[in-house]
């Protein structure tokens, strides 16, 4: 079996996917339909053409008015299950998704309706198929601390259902340092924390990730190989990068995949995941990003085998369950034929 086909058929986690980001334009159209909104495109094309971004606001801002089609815990499930039906064809087996209560709430979907409605997706995809899910409540960072907080009490009362924290949206202008208080918050809680830093920030925001908020994982991170000290403090600490090729050349971090820091990563000897971000927006699912990523730089099956340890080891789940995966990945990676 070649090296692509052999890591397209290998079970996998994903460990950085936005809900948000799973929305497909027809699904954005059904959901317009059946809540009975006027939605700003003229079809399904017309919004697919408007996915040309110039950086990461660019794409937020059409992401967020998208998000106004979900209003139901229908829509929710759906979404939900229309991502790990489609997740599942790349043999993806666990995933960790991101989901952000601020893009809804203050649309008056309550965060009750947002949290079962995921669950629910998520308990059919269970029954179905096997797929293991854990949900991270991502704050907005361009909103306030106070907003954050805010947040985080409207989770409380479901607080066992919901596995970890992390932050998103506009990077540049809002440091992690804005919101190391509520990050104190959610890990006294007893919840692990991620952020997103150093996707279109500069490496000192993952330093203050890792120093103020106290992150177990870093979402993109591609820019940590500006700073050998970083790169070095990374790699000794195994502090695992959920990277998003494809999300990080269509919001031109990279001009092009073969310019991506991923090779830069590897020789640092950082710990990389591969994911998908907004598979919606981006040109794929986690299957489309290991096609790209192998085109552009032809690992071998080693590092594709690293790549998916990594995967799970990086996981929210317990050491027995990382073991019977990590198991599954050597096998199949490791196999003769
Ligand atoms: N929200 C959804 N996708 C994101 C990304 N790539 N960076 C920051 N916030 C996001
Ligand atoms: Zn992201």
Redesign the pocket.
């Known amino acids: 079996m070649d090296v692509l086909k052999r890591a397209l058929s290998c079970p996998k986690a994903e460990l950085?996917v936005?809900i948000e980001g799973t929305l497909e334009p027809e699904l954005a159209f059904a959901l317009a339909q059946r809540n009975n909104i006027a939605f700003p495109h003229a079809s399904v094309e017309a919004l697919r053409a408007a996915y040309d971004f110039s950086d990461l606001q660019s794409f937020l801002d059409l992401y967020y008015a998208c998000a106004d089609v979900l209003r139901t815990e229908q829509d929710f499930s759906d979404l939900m299950l229309a991502y790990l039906r489609r997740a599942r064809e790349d043999n993806v087996v666990h995933a960790e998704i991101f989901f952000d209560p601020q893009t809804h709430t203050p649309r008056g979907v309550s965060f009750e309706t947002v949290l079962k409605g995921l669950e629910a997706g998520a308990a059919i995809a269970a029954a179905e198929w096997g797929m293991s899910t854990r949900l991270i409540l991502c704050f907005l960072r361009h909103l306030s601390e106070e907003d954050a907080f805010a947040t985080l009490e409207l989770a409380l009362p479901f607080i066992d259902r919901i596995h970890g924290f992390g932050l998103?949206s506009s990077e540049v202008g809002h440091p992690p340092s804005k919101f190391e208080r509520v990050f104190a918050k959610c890990r006294a809680l007893g919840k692990p924390v991620v952020a997103?830093a150093g996707e279109e920030g500069p490496p000192a925001y993952i330093v203050e990730a890792l120093d103020l908020l106290k992150v177990s994982r870093i979402?993109h991170g591609v820019r940590a190989v500006e700073d050998a000290a970083l790169t070095h403090r990374l790699a000794h600490d195994r502090i695992a990068l959920t990277v998003?090729p494809l999300s990080n050349v269509r919001l031109c971090v990279f001009e092009k995949m073969e310019l991506h820091s991923l090779p830069s990563m590897l020789a640092g000897g950082l710990c990389i995941t591969i994911n998908s971000?907004d598979p919606a927006y981006f040109g794929g699912y986690l299957g489309a990003n290991i096609r790209a990523v192998q085109a552009a730089f032809a690992f071998d099956a080693t590092t594709w085998r690293e790549f998916f340890r990594n995967s799970f080891d990086a996981s929210f789940v317990d050491e027995a369950q990382k073991e019977k995966w990590l198991a599954q990945v050597d096998a199949h990676m490791l196999a003769l034929a």
């Open positions: 950085h936005h998103d997103h979402d998003c971000d």
